[in-house]
């Protein structure tokens, strides 16, 4: 079999990080005793796994990770900025990320990052990407979590239908946050609340958006993948068609097959649970390189109780077929 491809890890190429140094307000990098480390509006992390790139290759080696689909998470505040701010940011990444995928194309493939808060710039930009090589972008959560609320990137996804992108929905808000280091906070579960209770609430909403709407029908040339295997909704989907059955329509059950999902910072019974709610062809492998452990999530997909050819398809099948990456 082929290594696997990890469609959920993150990059911080040399070109942004000297841009984030010489901010003060987050996002940005800062020096200190123990090295630098990068400092967002929910708190701080070491840099430099997030920036070197062969250190990189040497642990996908070790994991046999064959390729990784290389993002500027929204987490971290960069493309919500004001447009002034975000753009030369996103630009920056958008050039090293197709320079590091044309000098690694079996090792790299990229994700574009846009400037959020200018539509019509990030029509551009990800024509422009796609121009470069990028095979699409990395779109905030946020912007999903209603109806309503996804409207507003309806010309990003006319644009992307006719250039066939692949858009990955990431945790990642419209408007930058103020900073609060909720890492360090110890009182009543704060970290799990965010990072847990909250951002995988606010996937379900994604799902619920694009699953259960016709907001995708027009776009058939478009990819759509959501992180973390769509929030709670493998739980949930039994109790979403029970408050359906009353109702005129499909059974939400019957609907999760439109987007892709990956299992990023899951364990192998969650990932059961999204094989039997979305179809094993519709996980692909996320680790969350480097903020969580790769090992840990391989190690997840290799216990879940699924057939070699569905472990097969999560692994390396599925990504190679829906970013066309050939064998």
Known sequence: MLGAVDLHAHWIPPEVAQALR??????RIEETADGELFVTWQGRRPFRPLGDLDDRRVFMRRHGVAMQVLSL???????CLPVEESRPLVTAFNDAAAAASRADPGRFAALAALPLIDVPAACRELERAH???LCGAILPADGFAS??????FTPLFVVANRLGSHFFIHPGPLAPPPERPVY????DQAWQRRIVLETQARLSEVIVTLNLSDYLTPY?????QVANLGGAIPFLVERMDEVSRSGAGDLPSTRMRRCYVDTASFGPRAIELAAACFGADRLVLGTDYPVFDTDRALGALAEARLDDRSRELILVGNARRMLGLGA
């Open 73 to 79: 998470a929204g987490l971290f505040g960069i493309d």
């Open 147 to 152: 109806l309503a609320s996804a409207e507003r």
């Open 131 to 133: 121009a470069l090589g």
């Open 220 to 224: 058939g040339g478009v990819t759509v």
């Open 22 to 27: 010489r901010r003060r307000a987050a996002p």
């Open 184 to 187: 360090d906070v110890q009182t």
